[in-house]
């Protein structure tokens, strides 16, 4: 290691554990909004779709992240959608104004489709209901549709639309964003905790087994957050699996090292919930714990003035499609390693959205599909960051920031997946002008040898991938070391590393 480069420390033991990783942290989201559904994940006049209209290419891309879970079908679309439009015989759907987003919603894909499609690329549904302009009544009649085997009306509906089995919809959303005065039915925290606990009790008597998420506080600058969490679990508390929270962020002032520390905020929201929820634990006398889902996290602006100028009451215009670059991908990466350091607590998570709209993968109508920077370390995470979340012991180099002050440069969580033998580092360097030299000591891994060093750089922090070119796509990477116990490495200026350890057998 070159002298002057600035150092960095990290201690891994298997004894510091968190938690274990639950794969659901790596799900994701489709609306029905923009062309996240209607020319993302469905096009069925594209070369590449299968028989029922869905792209074979796209799937292909999802199936590579292996995203274990997607929340559907929103999103603000569900506080006005009425589910029946999207089932039965197509010709029979009617084609509504959708107030959300102020366009047509055609509903050619529905909630069979969306599950025939979930199921082909290997995903669960997460399943919002419209606490909006609706409640129980809906609520319980769409949870019977999907997951009551027949002879009940709704199930014996589903089954003359050609589901002859349930659905067996595991999770289920109380809404969404109800804090929200862009929310069509927005509600004060006494009104959505009474409708939220009523509409759970009801949906719990058609299926006891299924989990449920009450809606939490729709960012950290709601002038109600954190009551909102307190007021609404006290009535939901006992009816609820787990409390959401949502969170983007965006760099519109061009200042890049604040925008690399903004996970500082995404770590004080995530303790300041759960925090909140052990209280109203605590007032309640409840030996249950309130687990978390970040069901909507992601970076979100580029798209913004962009936005305002599309024509109300169009069929999936260009709406959301953030075009994202390096230093987006970096940020994304931090906030992974932010939910895996809270591994005990925050059980799901949502990247928004996955096609399209504010998402990893990018479509052209016809034509391509290909990878925004994001999807690398989205892709990193979710295929290595399988097993059980480590809390390393880290001396790090910090910066002061225009909203944060000491940042550290190493922004780093660790994965043990004790059934393969492997340990995964996952670090960030949010130096943007210097290389950090990483020494790592990971002595109570005996025998594990290093075997790759993968990282995403570019001197370009605002460098972006189209269609057309990857600019900005993952290496391995030379030069990476473990010796006696340690690992030593250098990070790039401005990078994502992921170092992957596996235990060797090979003897002398």
């Not at 999103?75 to 959708?98: A, C, H, Q, T």
């Not at 009306?153 to 109380?174: A, F, I």
Request: proline residues 5%; contains cysteine; charged residues 25%.
């Amino acid at each position: 290691m070159a002298s002057g480069t600035p150092r960095a420390r990290m201690v891994v033991d298997k004894a510091f554990k968190i938690a274990e990783v639950d794969r659901r942290i790596y799900g994701s989201f489709i609306e029905h909004l923009g062309r996240a559904v209607y020319g993302g994940i469905y096009e069925p006049t594209h070369p590449a779709a299968d028989s029922l209209g869905f792209r074979e290419d796209v799937k292909q891309l999802i199936k590579e992240l292996q995203v274990p879970i997607i929340r559907y079908p929103g999103g603000n679309f569900v506080s006005g959608y009425n589910w029946e439009d999207g089932v039965g015989p197509l010709n029979n759907r009617p084609k509504r104004l959708e107030l959300a987003w102020r366009t047509i919603e055609p509903n050619y894909v529905g909630t069979n489709e969306f599950m025939e499609w979930a199921k082909g690329v290997g995903s669960e549904v997460m399943m919002a209901v419209n606490l909006g302009t609706r409640g129980v009544d809906a609520a319980r009649n769409l949870l019977e549709y999907c997951n009551h085997p027949g002879g009940s009306y709704w199930s014996d509906l589903r089954r003359s639309h050609g589901h002859e089995q349930p659905h067996r919809v595991k999770t289920w959303c109380l809404g969404n964003e109800m804090d929200g005065p862009w929310q069509i039915g927005q509600k004060t925290p006494v009104e959505y905790g009474r409708l939220a606990y009523e509409t759970a009790k009801a949906m719990r008597l058609v299926d006891p087994d299924i989990e449920l998420v009450s809606c939490g506080s729709s960012n950290t600058a709601m002038p109600t957050f954190p009551e909102w969490e307190a007021v609404t679990l006290d009535h939901t508390y006992e009816v609820a699996d787990y409390v959401s929270l949502h969170q983007y962020y965006g760099n519109r002032d061009g200042d890049s090292a604040n925008y690399l520390a903004r996970t500082m905020d995404m770590e004080h929201f995530i303790r300041t919930v759960t925090a909140t929820c052990d209280y109203i634990k605590a007032k309640k006398r409840s030996k249950k714990t309130m687990y978390l889902s970040f069901d909507e996290w992601n970076v979100w602006f580029h798209s913004n003035a962009a936005d305002q100028a599309i024509e109300p009451w169009s069929i999936a215009p260009p709406q959301l499609e953030d075009n994202y670059n390096f230093e987006d991908a970096l940020l994304v990466g931090s906030m992974l390693i932010t939910l895996l350091r809270h591994a005990d607590r925050v059980k799901m998570a949502c990247l928004a959205q996955l096609v399209n709209v504010i998402a990893p993968i990018m479509t052209e109508n016809g034509g391509r599909a290909w990878k925004q920077t994001i999807f690398y370390p989205y892709l990193h995470a979710s295929v290595f960051g399988r097993g059980t979340s480590l809390q390393p012991i880290v001396e790090s180099p910090v910066y002061d920031a225009q909203d944060y002050t000491d940042v550290p440069y190493l922004d780093s969580a660790v994965v043990y997946n004790e059934a393969e033998e492997e340990v995964t580092i996952f670090a960030v360097n949010r130096n943007l002008n210097e290389a950090l030299d990483l020494n790592c000591d990971v002595r109570s891994f005996e025998g594990y040898q290093l075997v790759e060093h993968i990282v995403l750089e570019n001197d370009d922090l605002k460098a972006v991938n189209t269609a057309a070119e990857e600019k900005v796509k993952p290496h391995s990477k030379g030069g990476a070391e473990c010796r006696d116990g340690f690992v030593n490495a250098r990070l790039s200026k401005a990078s994502w590393n992921v170092i992957r350890l596996k235990k060797s057998y090979q003897t002398k």
